[in-house]
């Protein structure tokens, strides 16, 4: 069982960075511009 005894102490720390760019290692999981494009056209029909 866990309990907290005190409010005054934090429980756990979370750290993050932001930044403007995706970094390159995730550049592969997300679909280009034009997958997204064909996907959009695809469910709505092209116009």
């Not at 005894?5 to 930044?19: D, E, F, K, S, W």
């Amino acid at each position: 069982m866990y309990k907290v005894t005190t409010i005054t102490r934090p429980i756990g720390v979370a750290t993050y960075t932001l930044t403007n760019q995706l970094p390159q290692k995730y550049w592969n999981l997300l679909p280009n511009g034009k997958e997204i494009s064909d996907k959009i056209n695809k469910y709505f029909g092209e116009k």
